[in-house]
């Protein structure tokens, strides 16, 4: 078994050969390696790594972390990972935890599991990170879990372990990150996720190299879970709040009827008419948004199987 340790990188030269330095390099028998993809770094990224030991360097020009990480997938694919582990570049994260992420694969007890830096495990403390992030984040992962009907620990957290089985069906689109998308893709594909608390070191007033600004962040990061759960989720994303617009419309419509007949004059109760009205209109049309969106969830599916067959037949393990 081989388990490869990607690490996305830019302008990292500083830290990233303390992280290669301490990823274990061998796990119950299994082999591990470490992979990095260099995101157009313009510092001794690339050359800091090689020196202090990654088994696989690879440059790319920059194009974002969404883009870094599909390219570090295919690529462990490629060198024939059964296992990968993403983590970060900048020391956040303890390689000694990768064990705890690395465990249940192999075990079979989940597919993919992601390292959560909100647990109250007494042995890992939750992370101290500016309010805001937290907030979001917890938010965000509340709104998937309901669409889900699973509880997510944290939505954003890029140190995780993947499947071979993962890595094949994942179809991600998004250049900015990954973080979200993996995880609404992995769960729309019925793969079993788990949550594991793990230690981490909050840099303070550290900036992500490779997401930026907050603002961007948290737009580029709303953009892709509406995205993803319009795509995934079409009857619950449109279809309730269909329901719920033509339900309203009908308690409308009722009330009306119900005023119209004391005294058979619909001036006095043509705002409910006219709002019961607009009510049912919408939901209509949201109604078929719903309708149309799942036929296309159902060709995309189709498409997806496809390149997931071109994909395993690419990557197979001779």
């Known amino acids: 078994m081989l388990i490869i340790v990607n690490i996305p990188a830019y302008n990292e030269a500083k830290k990233i050969g303390a992280v290669i330095k301490s990823v274990p390099r061998n796990f119950q028998g299994a082999e591990i390696k470490v992979q990095v993809a260099n995101d157009g770094s313009d510092d001794e990224t690339a050359k800091v790594a090689e020196e202090a030991g990654a088994e696989f360097v690879y440059s790319f020009p920059h194009r974002g972390l969404g883009l870094t990480f599909r390219s570090g997938v295919e690529k462990a694919l490629e060198n024939g990972a059964d296992i990968m582990v993403n983590i970060d570049a900048d020391g956040q994260f303890s390689a000694s935890d990768i064990s705890r992420l690395i465990g249940p694969v192999i075990k079979k007890e989940a597919d993919m599991v992601v390292a959560s830096r909100f647990s109250k495990n007494k042995e890992h403390t939750p992370v101290s990170m500016p309010w805001i992030k937290k907030i979001l984040n917890l938010v965000a992962a509340k709104i998937v879990g309901l669409f889900w009907g699973q509880k997510i620990d944290d939505l954003t957290c890029g140190f995780r372990a993947y499947s071979r089985e993962v890595l094949l069906r994942l179809n991600l ?26 230690k981490v070191t909050y840099f303070e007033r550290r900036k992500s190299r490779m997401t930026g600004k907050l603002g961007r962040f948290i737009f580029e990061s709303t953009r892709i879970i509406v995205g993803m759960l319009c795509d995934t989720k079409p009857l619950k994303f449109f279809g309730a709040p269909a329901m719920f617009l033509i339900t309203v419309s009908l308690v409308l419509f009722i009330i009306f009827l119900f005023s119209y007949f004391q005294d058979f004059k619909i001036t006095p109760y043509r705002n409910w008419l006219i709002i019961g009205s607009i009510f049912m209109t919408l939901g209509i049309q949201l109604l078929v948004f719903a309708l149309v969106a799942d036929m296309i969830r159902s060709q995309r599916q189709i498409s997806e199987e496809n390149l997931y067959l071109n994909r395993k037949a690419r990557f197979s393990k001779k």
């Open 173 to 198: 689109n998004h250049p900015f990150t990954y973080t979200q998308e993996t995880i609404i893709d992995a769960l729309s594909k019925n793969f079993k996720l788990i949550w594991v608390p793990v």
